[in-house]
């Protein structure tokens, strides 16, 4: 008996605002018969290990329209979503993928996946040298995009100096917690806003951020007056919106935002419906820079060595903690997503899909 | 007698939206006995000469209110206004500066205006060398703070590349017009926007814009997809609001938009009226960096003495035409100044004040 199970989630529905798990979300009980299967040239088949839950992944279960949201393909309903993984070769026609090869690259939500020779290329190796000191979920995201996220854009675009003042917004996901650890190695007054009480104490007592706030219980503004008295000299953004605008009136002269990310906006299917930013004039008068990036602008770039072999270093001496959350099952991958777009974790969801 | 008239232009109201000669402005028929005047240590008095007509003068007319516009200070009511100029030293207690001497910094509105010793230091002298291939009225802006501005922003934030495309706003005023030729220098595809048929011609056949088009008359979202086929690399924005909007709709991944002024939103008193923009998402979608700055950014910098040496080069082989008109008398600043924000002037206006 070769058959295996191999379910899948697929779209149901594209998401008016925050996707629904049962609305828009579908568990399709497929199999796969691995042994009969017939691969063509330079074809390969995953068993998926751990899948990492991202919020770009919101983007692609939009309608396609004119929208401007161009940065990834968007996923037709009927089919399986996509994410990215990390998964074991296990049937190969193709010579640079041998069977048990672990590797890394955009897989689907399901428990195997077909690679057809076309989309290889985008597939790597993961690092056994880095294997021997981090758990393989690591290997999922903090090790690769997650952690990169952060360390390229903050050294990239933000330029971080000692004394300086960063704010960074949803500082409690795994962007943010790595952001500011790196900004407090460089020796940067670090404050962090994040959705709950909860986080507020990981930030203070665990991350050891100079100062924390609930962006749900505080006036953004106030905030920012009492936690950075001397204004903001790097906005680490994930939010967009109205937070963008509110940040904006503190940053200092040449300061400089990075935007990650705008969550507050992913869920508006209408671009009127929008939040329109009316002080751009600010980056006039104070020579400020906006910066918007991808983590595939780094990727092959000197930085992304210099990455491996500094988060290494810190996690090993203990300089960086990094937070995950494992849920088991390929079944549970909507609740996940949901529930991260909804702010409910402490630091990286990560889904184990099978051993 | 040696009693001079000193004329002035003082702020008589802070202007609501765009200002208006009679309402806002008054002309002051004061005198100054130069001869007789006792100067305190350090303090001299200029004999003003040329006058630069900026846009940026429109906000220290402002009502002084907790806005973040806080680039310039505001001129209180009553008082002589201030902007650029160059001015020759007429009586002088400072060893810096003799009788005779050219200097060009933030001088009154007005005929002569007297330099305490705290701000004696914000006073530079002509360049002579400079003088012998160009007129005085250049050095009021054209080789000073107006020429530096489109050529230090354009070479340090739009990075210009050949074969991309630029798109330049209000491309006929001076900062637009030395952008698009700078730009045709680096074998850049110029097009630019501006606002009159004469203008458009202007851009077209003296300049060489590859396009340009009055933003009057058209549609600006087509006539970016008409004259940008392969998209936006470069941003030159003058304008702000809408039509930053507009362009980051066009802009190509890793486009540079280079914020050298709002002017459309410099008439908005109320905050809340300003225009809101809702597509900065397109930031983090394409990589795109949006960045404000002001020409001080660049001054003492290597590239401010770039700039002289490319400059006076490309004038002397005719690379660079540079357009100015010449008004004669202070009693006609404040027209010159309003036509000029009501988009009246084909290239830079100066208002000589004596010779």
């Not at 074809?43 to 990492?52: A, G, P």
């Not at 991202?54 to 968007?74: C, N």
């Not at 290997?139 to 330029?159: C, P, Q």
């Not at 917690?177 to 900004?183: F, P, W």
Request: with cysteine; glycine share 8%; proline share 3%.
């Amino acid at each position: 008996m070769t058959v295996k199970s191999n379910k899948g989630v697929i779209l149901k529905a594209n998401p008016k605002g925050t996707p629904e798990v049962d609305k828009d979300f579908e568990l399709a009980h497929r199999t796969i018969d691995i042994e009969n299967l017939n691969l063509e040239e330079n074809d390969f088949v995953l068993k998926n290990l751990y899948l990492s839950i991202d919020p770009y992944v919101r983007i692609t279960l939009q309608e396609p329209t004119s929208s401007s949201l161009k940065y990834d393909k968007k996923i037709p309903i009927g089919q399986v979503i996509k994410g990215l993984g990390v998964s074991e070769v296990v049937k190969t026609n193709n010579p640079k993928f041998k069977v048990g090869d672990l590797v890394f690259g955009a897989i689907g939500w399901e428990e195997y996946s077909y690679i057809k020779s076309d989309i290889a290329y985008a597939f790597s190796f993961v690092n056994k040298e880095l294997l021997k000191d981090t758990p393989l979920s690591y290997h999922v995201s903090f090790l690769r995009f997650g952690g990169l996220t952060s360390y390229a854009s903050l050294i990239d675009i933000g330029k971080p100096k000692e004394g300086e003042t960063i704010y960074v917004s949803t500082a409690a996901g795994l962007t943010g917690q790595l952001v500011g650890q790196i900004a407090k190695i460089k020796g940067m007054r670090v404050v962090g806003s994040t959705g709950s009480d909860e986080k507020v104490d990981f930030l203070l007592n665990e991350l050891k951020f100079d100062a924390a706030f609930n962006y749900k219980k505080v006036d953004l503004d106030k905030a920012l007056s009492e936690h950075c008295p001397n204004g903001i000299d790097i906005y680490y953004d994930n939010v967009g919106g109205k937070a963008l605008e509110v940040a904006l009136e503190h940053c200092n002269r040449l300061a400089r935002v990075v935007v990650c990310g705008m969550i507050s906006q992913y869920n508006i299917t209408n671009p009127d419906e929008r939040y329109g930013i009316k002080n751009l004039n600010n980056i006039v008068a104070n020579s400020i820079n906006i910066q918007g990036f991808m983590v595939t602008d780094y990727i092959g770039k000197d930085i992304e060595k210099e990455f491996e072999k500094d988060i290494i270093e810190w996690i090993k001496n203990g300089k960086i903690i990094y937070k995950e959350t494992v849920i088991d099952g390929v079944e549970n991958i909507p609740k996940a997503f949901v529930d991260m777009l909804n702010g409910k974790n402490v630091g990286k969801y990560v889904v184990k899909i099978a051993d």
